[in-house]
């Protein structure tokens, strides 16, 4: 795209998108972000309500899931009127969309990385663990995270615009590139880099390192939680053996559910990508609409897919989505009735769950003995 100066040519017809193209383009997209926005928000409910879900995993999880939530608003749903119409949101629409876009991509991409570095502190490093895995280095990580990719995105204000072009049955105004396209290319390949390479390339060796500690060595400390647990007799011992194992799992089960979002995430931008690598070198740009429109989708779906992993493979996280909606219920059947007793009801039931899925190490360490402990203190 050319400078976003008004072209007051006539140039014959509006071109329209083709109407399938325009069907499945809605019905896809207000599914994928209605599912998505609805999951997404419930993540940052469970976790901000429920005291005993504040972890410095799930603290990474509510910075990816208001990432996504920005993500789905800004860029899945004005997709809707851009293949309906032209652009509507006019020239401060397109300057702010574009760079909440960006934001919630790259804050999404680096959240991964985080939480991908605090699983492995946590695991291949338990004494430190103690020291830096706590919630609130993790907010401050976080808080520093979003500092700086809100300034980075700040570029895009100065790099989009939006242009019309007069056409005999009426204007066409749409949202792009002000700069020509050998211009923003080093841009899009410095996103690649730091946005998508970098933090996979983390992920990758972090979790092979997991991986050798959780399912391949034995677990750091587990002598040392074996011999605090045989200083006891009888079902004291097992208790501890028991929750040795409860926690060993507890961790491999986490790790599992995060190493299937960062596998997601990786496949699901892996179409756009390309894309953008392989247009940065071919002349004319291969824009195929239904090819785009599946770039979209993928990205979209990335953004709308966690929520949906954290059910399936989160105990701890079903049970307290299934408590928020228990919640909701009450509270729309009994509107007259304060919702605050129903608030703390809801949090000490969950806080007795048996599931114990989203630990950090430190918590599974002070876990452990307490069987033992109650058990000492019976006559």
Known sequence: MENGSAANQ??????????????????????????????????????????????P????????????????LAA???????????????YAGCLCITYLQYLGINISAWSIAAFTVERYIAICHAIKAQLLCTVSRARRIIASLWLFTSLYCLMWFFLVDTTQVTFSDGAQVT?????????????????FAVFYVIPLGLATVLYGLIARILFVSPLPGTPQR??????????????????????????????????????????????????????????????NTWFLLFCRLCIYLNSAINPIIYNLMSQKFRAAFRKLYKCQEKSA?????????????????????????????????????APAKKNKQIP
């Open 76 to 90: 899945g749903l004005p997709n809707i009127s851009e293949v309906v119409a032209s652009w509507v949101y006019g």
């Open 333 to 369: 059947e009994h509107p007259a009735r304060s919702s605050t007793p129903v608030y703390y009801s809801a949090v000490k039931d969950c806080s007795h769950d048996s599931s114990d899925h989203n630990l950090t190490e430190q918590e599974d360490l002070s876990r452990l003995p």
């Open 226 to 287: 074996s011999f605090l647990g045989s200083v006891h007799q009888g079902s004291s011992l097992k208790l501890s053996c028991r929750g040795s194992r409860g926690a060993l799992g507890s961790r491999k089960q986490v790790t599992k559910m995060l190493a299937v979002v960062v596998a997601l995430f990786a496949v699901l931008w892996l179409p756009y990508r390309t894309l953008v690598v392989v247009n940065s070198f071919v002349d004319p740009p291969y824009l």
């Open 10 to 55: 006539s140039l014959g017809r509006m071109p329209r998108q083709p109407l399938e193209l325009q069907v499945v383009t809605i019905l896809l997209v207000l599914l994928i972000c209605g599912v998505g926005i609805a999951g997404n928000a419930m993540v940052v409910l469970v976790v901000l309500r429920t005291k005993h879900m504040v972890t």
């Open 175 to 191: 949202c792009g590139y002000r700069v020509s396209r050998s211009l923003y290319m080093p841009i899009y390949f410095l996103d």
């Open 57 to 72: 995993t799930n603290c990474y999880l509510v910075s990816l899931a208001v990432a996504d939530l920005i993500v789905l």
